[in-house]
Structure formats: C-alpha cells, structure tokens
C-alpha cells in the first residue's frame, strides 16, 4: 500500500473549520454509491439525539455532499433546522467522488477485538450506566 505522507505545512494550510449550515443549502450526491435504510437512519437520528452531532457533514463550497448522506437525512428526520459542516474547497471532482467512497469504506475494513469489545458491552450494560445499548448497535457488532 503507497500512502503519501502530508507535506509538513499541509495542515496549517488546510485547517478545517466546522460551521453550521442550514439544510436547505446542502445538495445530495445523486451518484453516492451508499445506502441507508429507514432503520440505519433511524439509528443515526438516535445518536444524534443521544450524543449530538458529532460528526460534521463534507461538503464542497456549493454545498454538495462529499459525505455525511446519512447524516442529513437523520437531521431532516430530527427537524434540525442547521447541521455541523466541514467545507473541503480544495478537492479536485476526481478527489471528491475518491473520498466519498473512501469514507464509507475504510471503516468497514475495520474489526474488532472481540474481547475488549464484550468487556465494555458488559460495563455499559450495569444498571448505574444509563445508557441505551441500542445506540451502540450491537447486534450488528458481535
């Protein structure tokens, strides 16, 4: 695997800086090869409203969606009325349409330690926790 290494000043140049964007100024990709069913939504809007938004949507400096389709969906579901956005101005079309894949995809290729995971699945499931383990969508993790 190549991957390139960031120049050094890279992130000084590139900062990103979230701000909040009305719904309304976002445009889905037609062509984002992601899928979301009513459940999977369903279960972003639930974190959402369980943690926050704490993963801003991508876009471009139209407002086209680079990532984060699910995401605005879950708000639309919500009736928020604005959405956390990271604007990525200097993406070439070729990059953007990489990235949009990339994002959905390298997390998958993701596993777990089945172990750990149990052992916190178990903590969280103490009464004094308080917490909904529906959120962490576990049936789809073990």
Request: glycine share 4%; no cysteine.
């Amino acid at each position: 695997m190549n991957i390139q290494k960031p120049q050094a000043d890279v992130f000084a140049i590139h900062r990103l800086e979230v701000a909040y964007k009305p719904l309304t100024a976002l445009t889905p990709d037609p062509r984002n090869a992601r899928t979301h069913s009513k459940k999977q939504v369903e279960q972003i809007a639930a974190s959402i409203r369980a943690f926050g938004f704490t993963n801003p949507i991508l876009a471009d400096p139209d407002g086209n969606i680079i990532a984060g389709h699910g995401r605005l969906r879950a708000a639309k579901e919500l009736g928020l009325a604005e959405v956390p956005v990271i604007e990525l101005a200097d993406l070439t079309e070729p990059q953007k349409r990489a990235l949009r894949l990339a994002d959905n995809k390298i997390a998958l290729n993701a596993g777990w330690d089945v172990e750990v995971l149990k052992l916190e699945l178990a903590d969280l499931s103490l009464p004094d926790m308080d917490i909904d383990l529906g959120l962490t969508v576990r049936r789809q993790i073990i």
